[in-house]
């Protein structure tokens, strides 16, 4: 399978009056037509992935190194003028706060119009079309009307579909989803999911989907890496990291779920709380909230070992246990 | 005051006028429609976003709302806030009214609310431990001591005082947030907290971290709340009661288990189709409920969930079925299937008493 994303040994860390080091020696690469799921806690790095891949994070401070190859293209020595046709046409993103990416005074027509014009140099009578066009694709009835629409005057779902047609507007390769169904109802969400599911089969998109949900991970990804503190401790198939995970933090999120949890009984949770990333790791960063945690855990930063076909974890106990002779 | 373990001073808390039979929070025909811009020749429309909806909250009770995206839980939860006027209907706060017994300060104080979004809801320009501190000042309390009870509510919170209190909004990530929201929230003494989608934003292990801080919140500080999520697992895990709403109104209401195990309504049992499935090789193929969330604009007649109701008869159409009562433990739902004797195909014989 070609990689359209190869990222290998990214490492970002934010300057200023603290240090982060918010994303710690991560690869991943993503195949043409592939959903690789990023999963993870609160703060361990996947937006900020996210955003490296497109370039969005304040340059000023922020330290960058590693490489973030898409498409062929070394993303992190694109110029401006590249990066402006990159994103858009090549990777699209969409958030999970709406109101990071819909502009609150500007209608849904308007903003996608823009969008076109800006990143293919379209008339704007063109770029109306096409809004009309990507309202139709996302399914938002009477799109006609709709176009003229401001962000706050919809509801949450139907924010959420403007969101998608904005970002696939200029039918972008490469979809980044960040959460963008996390904060929907039941039934929006499964209606969502099931559409991102069809326009990736009809856009033949690559998508990395970022969530905290297994069970939206199980309706759309192919495959799933497991983030924490800034690394990906686990990767694999669905099922696998589903049925088997190795990682004991993976295996501790997949416990902690209030599905079936009586009401008044303590839920399930991982002690403790993630590292601040004030200092880069030098040994497992999940030590301390770890049952299985030993000795040699905090020697060395465990390497990735893997496990099975396109299967790998970041843990000792996943190292090959050497044969007695 | 109550016997919380705060080494720190906090506001005296609303006190307890009504005794324990007052329902803390009572709501009457609540109602609130938006009017909305039409073409240019268009007529006038209004959005129902909250339509004639009555419910009560007693003490220590935690209240359920779930419903589709559109469906007037936020709305329902800003004007129970007055943060905005309402069109028509009574909030009534431990037996007290706004503007009666009760003034707008004291109401704001009593019931706090912890928003969705947690990033729109911070001020930028704040610290972190500025903005908890803030609500406090404004009631009176000094700088020095409601910065003390900021970092004693962060810890509570689980974020570590000396790693957040002089951060931004934009230097921590969502979950952090929303634990400041929450913190916020606490820092005025109310008795109720209204959390519109407080967790839903959240990874499954911090959610259940955040689960857990509510309860013992809620125990630590005789805590009432109620609980708006579209996490139907979390809304069965944390409520006593729930509320289901559609379309601005409440269609069916009762203790959680009952709705869960016999939903009722046949949205509360579409909406509950549509949990995504646990199991890889067993994906949802179709939505239970097809088209999109509809909008409050000029809405249905009668039941408003007939265009979309697979048992929908001719009646339906007609007049709103009215919320009924199903059993003697406070299960009621609005649907024509659930009165006896409506004339729907399926309605139970209407009995002789
Ligand atoms: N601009 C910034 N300056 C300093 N620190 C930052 C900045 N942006 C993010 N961070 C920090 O980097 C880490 C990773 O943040 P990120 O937003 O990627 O988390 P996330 O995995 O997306 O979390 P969530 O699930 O809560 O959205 C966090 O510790 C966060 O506080
Ligand atoms: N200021 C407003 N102007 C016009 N319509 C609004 C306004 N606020 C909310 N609405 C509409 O009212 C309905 C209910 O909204 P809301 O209470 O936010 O729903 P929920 O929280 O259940 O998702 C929606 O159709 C929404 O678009
Ligand atoms: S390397 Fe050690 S501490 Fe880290 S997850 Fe594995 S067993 Fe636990
Ligand atoms: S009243 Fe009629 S349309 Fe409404 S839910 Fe019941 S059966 Fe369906
Ligand atoms: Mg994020
Ligand atoms: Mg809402």
């Given at each position: 399978m070609t990689k359209l994303v190869e990222i290998s040994g990214l490492n970002i860390r934010f300057t200023g009056e603290r240090t982060v080091y918010a994303v710690n020696d991560l690869s991943l690469s993503l195949g043409d037509g592939e959903v690789l799921g990023l999963l993870g806690e609160s703060g361990s790095g996947k937006s900020v992935t996210l955003r490296a891949l497109m370039r969005l994070l304040p340059k000023k401070r922020t330290q960058i190194t590693g490489k973030v190859n898409v498409m062929g293209r070394d993303v992190l020595a694109m110029n401006e003028e590249q990066l402006s046709s990159f994103r858009g046409q090549t990777v699209s993103m969409i958030f999970q706060e709406p109101a990071l990416a819909l502009d609150p005074v500007y209608t849904i027509g308007a903003q996608i119009a823009e969008s076109v014009v800006r990143h293919e140099g379209k008339s704007y009578a063109e770029g109306r079309a096409r809004a009309l066009e990507m309202l139709d694709v996302v399914r938002i009835p009477s799109a006609k009307r709709r176009l003229d629409a401001y962000p706050h005057e919809m509801s949450g779902g139907m924010r959420q579909r403007a969101m998608i047609a904005l970002a696939l507007a200029c039918r972008p390769k490469i979809l980044l989803a960040d959460e963008p169904t996390t904060a929907l109802d039941a039934t929006v969400q499964i209606q969502i999911l099931l559409l991102l599911r069809e326009l990736q089969r009809e856009f033949g998109m690559s998508v990395i989907f970022v969530t905290h949900d297994i069970g939206v991970a199980i309706e759309i990804c192919d495959r799933v890496a497991v983030m924490y503190a800034g690394q990906i401790v686990e990767q694999g198939t669905l099922r696998d990291i589903v049925r088997s995970p190795v990682h004991p933090y993976a295996k501790g999120l997949l416990a902690s779920t209030v599905h079936g949890a009586k009401r008044g009984q303590r839920l399930e949770t991982i002690p403790g709380t993630p590292p601040s990333l004030g200092e880069r790791p030098h040994n497992c960063s999940f030590a301390p909230r770890c049952a299985a945690a030993q000795p040699r855990c905090l020697e060395q930063l465990p390497g990735n070992v893997d496990v099975g076909p396109g299967r790998a974890a970041r843990c000792v106990l996943a190292e090959p246990v050497t044969a007695l002779s | 005051m109550s016997e919380t373990n705060l080494s720190v001073a906090m506001l005296e808390p609303i006190e307890d006028l009504g005794g324990v039979a007052q329902p803390l929070l009572q709501v009457n025909g609540l109602t609130k429609h938006f009017p909305v811009r039409g073409g240019l020749f268009a007529a006038k429309r209004t959005v129902r976003a909250v339509d004639n909806v009555s419910f009560s909250v007693a003490k220590g009770e935690t209240v359920g709302i779930v419903g589709e995206s559109g469906c007037g839980k936020s709305t329902t939860a800003r004007l129970l806030m007055h943060l905005m006027p309402r069109d028509t209907g009574d909030i009534i706060y431990d037996g007290m009214s706004v503007g009666q017994s009760l003034s707008l300060r004291e109401l704001r104080r009593g019931m706090q609310m912890v928003f969705q979004d947690s990033y729109a809801s911070l001020n930028p320009r704040l610290t972190i431990e500025e903005s908890i501190a803030f609500g406090p000042k404004v009631h009176g309390m000094a700088d020095g001591a409601a910065r003390a009870l900021a970092r004693e509510l962060l810890g509570k919170v689980g974020l570590v005082p000396a790693n957040f209190?002089?951060?931004?909004?934009?230097?921590?990530?969502g979950g952090q947030r929303q634990r400041v929201n929450i913190a916020r929230a606490l820092a005025l003494s109310p008795r109720l907290v209204i959390l519109d989608e407080a967790v839903s934003a959240l990874d499954k292990s911090v959610e259940a971290q955040v689960l857990n801080l509510l309860a013992d919140l809620k125990r630590e500080f005789g805590l009432t709340y109620l609980f708006i999520s579209h996490d139907l697992n979390v809304v069965r895990y944390i409520s006593d009661r729930v509320l289901v709403m559609y379309l601005g109104e409440v269609v069916e209401l009762g203790p959680v288990d009952q709705v869960w195990d016999q939903p009722a309504h046949p949205y509360t049992r579409a909406l509950l189709a549509a949990m995504p499935s646990s199991d890889p090789d067993r994906r949802t193929e179709t939505p239970p409920i097809t088209g999109d969330p509809p909008n409050p604009i000029d809405p249905p007649s009668g039941c408003r969930f007939h265009t979309r109701c697979p048992f929908a008869e001719p009646l339906c159409a007609n007049a709103t079925p009215k919320l009924t009562a199903l059993d003697r433990m406070g299960h009621e739902a609005a649907c024509y299937m659930a009165i006896p004797g409506s004339g729907h195909s399926r309605a139970p014989k209407e009995e002789t008493v």
């Open positions: - | 209190a002089n951060r931004y909004p934009h230097e921590i990530s």
